[in-house]
């Protein structure tokens, strides 16, 4: 299959090898990965500050972007929640764009949900041997419907201890602008959402979204914690390495 990738801005700026562990991991399974460069922001900054004219423009700059793209994965639910929800209702006053939109749409997937549902690949042959709880990102959750399928993936990896996150469903706060708009209530958010994530007592922090775990991973950083954030991609393929003994650098 061939699989071309949305990587986002936030893992291209700041977490590349979010960006690399998918890309390995998808190979892995077979898939001939490809790399549209002309891709860009999804716009949803834009969006969510009601900037649509503007956000109208950059999504006609990855739709044309991936418009030779047979399937779209993507290490974000929050983008991918974007080109899903909200690229059909930007040109819902133009029958060709929103052809377009919806074409593009229907083959965008993020990372857990393709290994789960279109692969059918639960097990990766992974090993990692500590204690790990999961946040559920809000987009990815409600927007997209993603509920079990990073658990299920987690659960197939050997020695892995998986904790319940309490308040699990709780926003950390991030929501892209509101955290700039609203600092002072999104700083609570975070307070509040990494105090539940040391309760857990687990030791390392794992979610879909960049967004959310650089919020989280700043608030535990501040506090002096030495609880590891990582996103499932990396996770899954440093459990990997792990299992055949290789160091994942």
């Not at 690229?87 to 074409?103: M, R």
């Not at 993020?110 to 692969?119: D, G, K, R, V």
Request: glycine residues 8%.
């Amino acid at each position: 299959m061939k699989v071309s990738l949305f990587i986002t801005c936030m893992v291209d700026s700041i977490f590349p090898q979010v960006g690399v562990s998918m890309t390995k991991i998808l190979q892995s399974l077979g898939c001939e990965v490809l790399f549209p460069s002309s891709q860009t922001c999804c716009g949803q900054p834009a969006f969510n500050s009601g900037y649509s004219k503007e956000a109208r423009s950059v999504a006609i700059s990855m739709i044309n972007a991936f418009q030779e793209s047979d399937v779209i994965v993507s290490p974000s639910g929050s983008c991918v929640g974007m080109i899903r929800h909200f690229y059909p209702e930007l040109f819902s006053d133009s029958p060709e764009w929103h052809e377009k939109a919806l074409s593009l749409a229907n083959r965008t997937y993020e990372f857990s949900q393709f290994l789960i549902q279109i692969l059918k690949v639960e097990t990766l042959g992974a090993r990692f041997p500590y204690t790990v709880t999961y946040h559920p990102s809000c987009h990815g959750s409600r927007l997209l419907g993603i509920e079990d399928e990073p658990i299920r993936l987690l659960k197939q990896v050997e020695e892995l201890q998986l904790i319940e996150l309490p308040y699990a469903q709780d926003c950390c706060g991030f929501g892209g602008t509101f955290a700039v708009k609203m600092s002072e209530i999104s700083g609570a958010m975070v307070e509040e959402k990494t105090s539940h994530v040391l309760e857990s007592g687990a030791s390392v922090l794992v979610g879909t979204d960049m967004g959310c775990l650089m919020n989280i991973g700043g608030r535990l950083s501040r506090k002096g914690s030495n609880v590891r954030v990582m996103h499932l991609a990396e996770l899954l393929y440093e459990g990997r390495q792990l299992a055949k003994g290789v160091d994942a650098q």
